[in-house]
Every structure is written in structure tokens, then in C-alpha cells.
């Protein structure tokens, strides 16, 4: 089914354990999907991917101004993709997350169900 975002909380999108292969290594973590907002008002969103809850490593934000004002499109970056590089100190196994919010917003936003990828890469240093 798909994923509604509607809450000024974080909500996880897409959660899951990433163990590495070295303890001295950099990932990449490369996430995309399809999602929708609808509705004419302004808004702003925001997306992160955060490790083990607490070591956020990319964040997003995408900004709509309101229709009557001359808007519709988006006045930012968009929340997908997000990308972003994390070192390892260890080779114990990483959380990592992918979460949305809106910041101030009426309008949810809708993640497509199936459309969600996350691309993991771990360079040796």
C-alpha cells in the first residue's frame, strides 16, 4: 500500500539494518522513489536519512508558494533523491532510515507503494 505522510513528526519511510563489510569504510546511501502532494496551498517538506537514530547525514527540503500567489511549482530542491556518504568506525551493524515530515503544510504527501529504492555502497579506504 502506499505510505502517506502527514504528521510535522518524523515518519519512516524505509528502515532497515546495513552491516559492513570493513570497519573502515565509507557508505553511500542513494534513495529514491515516487510521491505525490497534492493540493494549492504553501508548503514546505523536509527529508533526511538519518543512522541508528541519531546521525543525520542528508537532509531535504522542497518548498511550494501558494497557488493564488503565483505558484503550483515547486521553489526548491525535491525531498527524492536524497543522497548522502557515512564513515564507519566499526564494522558492527548501521540502522539506516529514510524519513519525511512536513514542516508547515495541510497538504500529505503520498509515497507510491513499490516505488522506493535505497542503492548501498561501501568503499574500502
Given at each position: 500500500s502506499n505510505t502517506t505522510i502527514n504528521s510535522t513528526s518524523w515518519t519512516t519511510w524505509i528502515t532497515?539494518?546495513?552491516t559492513p563489510q570493513a570497519s573502515d569504510s565509507t557508505v553511500v546511501i542513494d534513495c529514491d522513489g515516487d510521491y505525490r502532494i497534492a493540493g494549492d496551498q504553501?508548503?514546505?517538506y523536509e527529508s533526511r536519512i538519518i543512522i541508528d537514530s541519531t546521525t543525520v547525514i542528508a537532509d531535504k527540503y522542497?518548498?511550494?508558494k501558494k497557488a493564488k500567489d503565483g505558484g503550483g511549482g515547486t521553489r526548491s530542491?525535491?525531498?527524492l533523491p536524497i543522497k548522502a556518504g557515512y564513515a564507519l568506525s566499526s564494522g558492527s551493524a548501521i540502522t539506516i532510515a529514510i524519513q519525511m515530515r512536513y514542516v508547515s503544510a495541510g497538504d500529505a504527501i503520498t509515497i507510491e507503494s513499490g516505488s522506493?529504492?535505497?542503492l548501498v555502497t561501501e568503499i574500502l579506504v
Open positions: 532497515f539494518s546495513y504553501g508548503d514546505e522542497q518548498t511550494f530542491a525535491t525531498l522506493g529504492e535505497v
